[in-house]
């Protein structure tokens, strides 16, 4: 059993899933380009920056544009998915996640959001969790995007933990190895024929409990 002082999270797919709303608003980019994304295609693009994600799209459709070009069709995506989470609501969380922040917290576990989102701080305002977080890293302080480790790097620094002595938490291949190459521990949230790369996977943060069981825990420090 292994003792952890801090506790590392992504947002989507972790704490709240507006996956399907980027990847809906990428395939209307695509669409508008010419050629379509294959559903199998959203796992390319999960826990990558904005300009990142964009390229992978261009590639996958073989589609070269100007620079110009790329920073309007990227504003035009943001512009379709901050629209399509304006309405997000607490009940949106995914199961279990605000009880295990909370549970956290209670314990004087520190919490970090490390995501690649520059919408991050406006999503956490309409689940109104932003107080569950001790520092929040989005795309806004941190351009390397994963798996890149700096933004998980960056949460560690905020958190005055060292990096051996947090747990990330992460539904995206990208984001597993971000947090592997930063020296932390990486719990894969999702299926574990997926994220084949993680240290322990669970199907969710409502199956956090388990945790123990498989040699992590947390210790408070607050």
């Known amino acids: ?14 704490i709240v899933d507006t996956a399907v709303h ?24 999960k826990g990558v ?10 590639g996958i459709g073989g589609v070269e544009v ?17 629209e399509a989470i304006s309405t997000i609501t607490p009940d ?43 520092a929040i890293i989005d795309g806004s302080v941190v351009s390397e995007a994963k798996p890149n480790p700096r933004v998980f790097l960056a949460g560690a620094e905020a958190l005055g933990a060292a990096p051996a002595d947090c747990v990330v938490f992460e539904d995206a291949i990208a984001g597993i190895q971000a947090a592997h190459a930063g020296g932390m521990i990486a719990v894969g949230i999702g299926e574990p024929e997926v994220l084949t790369e993680a240290d322990v996977v669970i199907p969710g943060l409502h199956a956090a409990g388990s945790l123990s069981a498989q040699g992590i825990e947390f210790v408070g420090s607050r």
């Open 1 to 14: 059993m292994t003792d952890y002082r801090a506790a590392l999270f992504d947002l989507d797919g972790v």
């Open 22 to 45: 980027h990847f809906a608003a990428w395939r209307q980019t695509a669409a508008e380009l010419g050629f379509s994304l294959a559903d199998e295609d959203e796992e390319l693009l």
């Open 92 to 134: 949106e969380m995914l199961p279990g996640a605000r009880e295990y922040l909370v549970s956290l917290r209670d314990r004087g576990v520190l919490t970090a959001l490390g995501s690649a989102s520059r919408n991050a701080p406006m999503i956490l305002q309409r689940l109104e969790i932003t107080d569950l977080f001790d």
């Open 49 to 58: 920056g904005r300009m990142d994600a964009l390229r992978i799209v261009l």
């Open 66 to 82: 100007s620079e110009d070009e790329q920073q309007r069709l990227a504003a035009e995506k943001n512009a379709r998915y901050v």
